[in-house]
C-alpha cells in the first residue's frame, strides 16, 4: 500500500511510518521543513504542505491508499496562553481541513482518511464509563475536538471513508507525559497527581500503532473509534503500577492547588478524568498486545 502520513515526526507518527516500511508498505511523509523533502534514508519520501497557508502538493496525494493524518501542536509542551491555546486549535483544525480539501478534489482519492482525535472530545467525565456514542463535553480540548473532527467533513462528503481516533494517554519513555513522570519515578521521586481517583485512558505504543494500521485495513469501521486499552486506570493505580515496575516507592503525591498553581488551565488535563473504554475496537475484532496497566508500563520502559 501507498499511504501518506501528516506528523511523521512525533512519537506516533514515528513509530507509526517504522511499522509500516518494515512491512513493505511505501510511506509519503507530509512535511512543513524544506530539509525533509525528498526520499529520506528509509526508504520513505518527503512531500511538503503547509497547513496553516493552506497549501499542499496535490500531486502527491494522486494513487495513495491511505492517509493518517497526526499533526498538530502538542498540548502538554507549555503553559496555555491564549496564544498557545490557538495554536493548538488552529493546528488541528487548519490542517485537518487543508488536507480534507485537498484530498476531496484530488483525481484518485484515497480509500480511507485515518484523521486523528483524542478522548478529550468527552470532556471531564469522572468515573463515568464512556464509549464512542458518549456526547462532547464543554471544556477547551472537547471544543478543539469537536472542530478537529468536523474540519475533516469535506472528505467524508467525497465518498472517502473517515475514521477518528479519539486516543488516550500513549504510554511511552519517549512522549510527552513519560518523559516527565518515568525520569521521576526511577529516582524513587513519584507520586500520584491531585487525589488520585481522576481515571486516565491509557494505551501502550505498540498498540496505538496497531489501532491505527486495524483502522486503515477495516472498512467496517467509521467515524469516531476510541483508542484506549480496555480498562482505563485512576492515577493513583498507574502510579502504583509504576512503582510496582520500577522496584520503586512513590511517596511523593503533588497536591492538586500545587499542579493548578503551576501549570494554570492546562492542570484540567491532569487532574480531571477520562474513563473511556474501545468499544468499537473490540467489537471489530482488535486484540490488544498490553490490555493491563502493568504490560503497558513494561513496554514504555
Known sequence: MRIAVTGSSGLIGSALVRSLLADGHQVVRLVRRRSALGPHSDGSVGVGWNPA????DRGALNALDAVVHLAGAGVGDRRWSEAYKREIRDSRVLGTRTLALALAAADAPPAVLVS?????????????????TAPAGEDFLARVCV???GAARPAAEAGIRVVHPRTGLVLSDAGAAGGRLFPLFRLGLGGRLGSGTQYWSFISL??????LRFLIDHRELSGPVNLSAPEPVTNAELTAALGRVLRRPTPFPV??????????????EVVGSHRAVPAKLLAAGFRFRHPQVDEAVRAAL
Open 53 to 56: 497557508r493552506g497549501e499542499i
Open 116 to 132: 486523528g482525535s483524542a478522548v478529550g472530545y468527552y470532556g471531564q467525565t469522572g468515573d463515568r464509563v464512556i464509549d464512542e
Open 147 to 149: 472542530d478537529w473532527e
Open 206 to 211: 505498540a498498540d496505538q500503532v496497531a489501532a
Open 255 to 268: 497536591p492538586e492547588a500545587v499542579l493548578r498553581a503551576a501549570l494554570g488551565e492546562m492542570a484540567v
